[in-house]
């Protein structure tokens, strides 16, 4: 199975702050399609999981541009600018392009 | 606009099988793909597979022989089913629609 690593596994953030959430798989993500299916996912607490980016850096209907994401192969980053109480939760990173999907362990973004 | 909603027993016991419905209104599940996925008591997130439109299925190998995916296109809902449960298998249960939309999750325990 493609293990997906994130760090860190907490981040503590101040209002209105910018961090960023690492994503390493243990292989290329590309799809012989050439997509790349690299999802970003945060759920807050009480909620089910919602779906912020797709493949790689494409923001998910309704989500802000606060929100970012980036990279290729193996190596991807999710940023966060201007970080808003409502960001706070566990986010995921998540790969769709080998079976079985598997998902990072998460990173629970906190207040400072 | 899309919703989903588990329902189900909260509570099976180890060696029985555990069965959840997802209903679906909004959309109909004869388009897209529709996947179960559960998180486990921390943070650990398992896809458990899917449903296609045409009816095919996708399962994670770790879960071998003892999980299906059904549907009931005249209901709008399709359904898990796994045989053989033990405590590992304590989680809250959520169903998708691949993977921007999913319902509140289902927590069940598995416990004599």
């Known amino acids: 199975d493609v293990v997906m690593t994130q760090t860190p596994v907490s981040l503590s953030v101040s209002l209105g702050g910018q961090t960023s959430i690492s994503c390493r798989s243990s292989q290329s993500l590309v799809h012989s399609d050439g997509n790349t299916y690299l999802y970003w996912y945060l759920q807050k607490p009480g909620q089910s999981p919602q779906l912020l980016i797709y493949k790689v850096s494409n923001r998910f209907s309704g989500v802000p541009d606060r929100f970012s994401g980036s990279g290729s192969g193996t190596d991807f980053t999710l940023k966060i600018s201007r970080v808003e109480p409502e960001d706070l939760g566990v986010y995921y990173c998540?790969?769709?392009?080998?079976?079985?999907?598997?998902f990072g362990a998460g990173t629970k973004l906190e207040l400072k | 606009e899309v919703q989903l909603q588990e329902s189900g027993p909260g509570l099976v016991k180890p060696s029985q099988s555990l069965s959840l419905t997802c209903s679906v209104t909004g959309y109909s599940i004869t388009s897209n793909y529709w996947g179960w996925i559960r998180k486990f008591p921390g943070n650990k997130m398992e896809w458990m597979g899917y449903?296609?439109?045409?009816?095919?299925?996708s399962y994670n190998p770790s879960l071998k022989s003892r999980i299906s995916i059904t549907r009931d296109t005249s209901k709008n809902q399709f359904f898990l089913q796994l045989n053989s449960v033990t405590t590992e298998d304590t989680a809250t249960y959520y169903c998708?629609?691949?993977?921007?939309?999913w319902g509140q999750g289902a927590s069940v325990t598995v416990s004599s």
């Open positions: 449903i296609s439109y045409s009816g095919s299925t």
């Open positions: 998540y790969q769709g392009t080998h079976y079985p999907n598997t």
């Open positions: 998708a629609r691949y993977l921007d939309a």
